[in-house]
């Protein structure tokens, strides 16, 4: 319905849907810090920060009725992230994970079985009403990989309905092979998905471990021949590939190393520089060179998400 003369614009609004989790890091000393976290999140939390206020960045999960869990909403809308369409389940929590490091790279240890979040494909009526109204639906692989079957198969037919809507779809592949019953599985829902996607925006070295990719351009390749118009293939800040509507590939020269004093979020935060940039007018170079900015400053910061006010020479 257009809208009267001088009635303010509606929001331009961004779904990012996944699995937020409690995060233990190390503290010194035999400690822990507790925060929260997750790929998904992680890149909702820094759009947020990027982005001009006119967008709302909303997240989809679902959660308990526990403690943490209602900790985890209000990080959540603190930060400024909307919590509107979060459901909650009677019996379920949610999911903790701590990160172990050595020499600046992560590895992690999950509890998440009875994960709330493993749930939020099984009511199409509440996933519908979430994604309604969204100019940028955002899934990965990791929120894929939670689910069980039918759960897949209904957020697969939501993200083809979004695209056909109007909606644009972007996808990280974000492959863990551990949360899969096997590589087989894994690799058949993750091409499923990418091809259901707008953007697609692969680490090459989890696409050359998992489906036998020979180079940056090979991943491009492959993902833009599943229909997906924009390819970005990342390289842990070396030349990435770019694949803009099917075109070959191009190579884009390496921004430049740092030395990561942890590279939790390096990812996230790359999608969420890189996806900042382009709904605001920037060229896929230009939006490259955002993403590693952000993720360049992220990996030198212990934990997945540095707070707003540390990032506010990048917008």
Same mark, same amino acid.
Not at 26 to 50: C, E, I, K, M, V
Not at 77 to 82: F, L, N, S, W
Not at 105 to 114: G, L, N, P, V
Not at 141 to 146: R, Y
């Given at each position: ?16 849907? &996944? ?37 709302? #960045? ?5 959660? &308990? ?22 459901? %909650? ?20 240890? !999950? ?26 639906? !955002? #899934? ?28 644009? #779809? ?5 492959? %863990? ?96 520089? !890189? ?22 400053? #992220? ?10 006010? %540390?990032?506010?020479?990048? %917008?």
């Amino acid at each position: 319905m257009p809208q009267p003369p001088g009635a303010a614009r509606p929001p331009k609004r961004i779904l990012s849907v &996944g699995e937020c989790m409690v995060e233990m890091s190390h503290a010194g000393d035999g400690l822990w810090r507790q925060g929260f976290a997750g790929d998904t999140l992680n890149t909702a939390w820094y759009l947020r920060a990027l982005l001009p206020e006119d967008w709302a #960045v909303d997240y989809f999960t679902v959660l &308990g009725t526990d403690p943490l869990s209602e900790a985890m909403v209000r990080f959540m809308r603190d930060a400024g992230i909307g919590t509107g369409c979060i459901p %909650r389940h009677p019996d379920r929590v949610a999911g903790l994970y701590m990160i172990s490091l050595k020499d600046g790279e992560r590895s992690f240890t !999950y509890w998440r079985d009875r994960s709330a979040a493993r749930t939020l494909a099984d009511d199409t009526t509440q996933l519908q009403a979430a994604v309604e109204g969204a100019d940028l639906l !955002y #899934v990965s692989g990791i929120t894929m990989a939670i689910l069980n079957d039918d759960g897949r198969t209904t957020l697969l037919d939501r993200m083809a309905k979004s695209r056909a809507e109007g909606t644009r #779809v972007a996808f990280d592949p974000n492959l %863990r092979p551990k949360l899969w019953k096997d590589a087989a599985s894994m690799c058949r829902v993750i091409e499923e998905a990418a091809a259901r996607a707008d953007i697609v925006l692969p680490s090459h070295d989890d696409e050359a471990a998992h489906f036998g990719d020979a180079s940056l351009g090979e991943t491009a390749r492959r993902y833009a021949a599943l229909g997906a118009g924009e390819v970005l293939v990342k390289n842990g800040g070396g030349a990435m590939a770019l694949s803009l509507a099917g075109a070959a590939p191009v190579i884009l020269p390496a921004p430049g190393m740092v030395t990561p004093l942890d590279t939790t979020g390096a990812g996230d935060s790359f999608n969420a520089g !890189y996806l900042a940039a382009r709904l605001t007018g920037c060229d896929p170079h230009q939006a490259m060179l955002r993403g590693h900015a952000l993720a360049a400053r #992220v990996v030198r910061h212990f934990g997945a998400l540095m707070p707003h006010d %540390r990032l506010d020479t990048l %917008r």
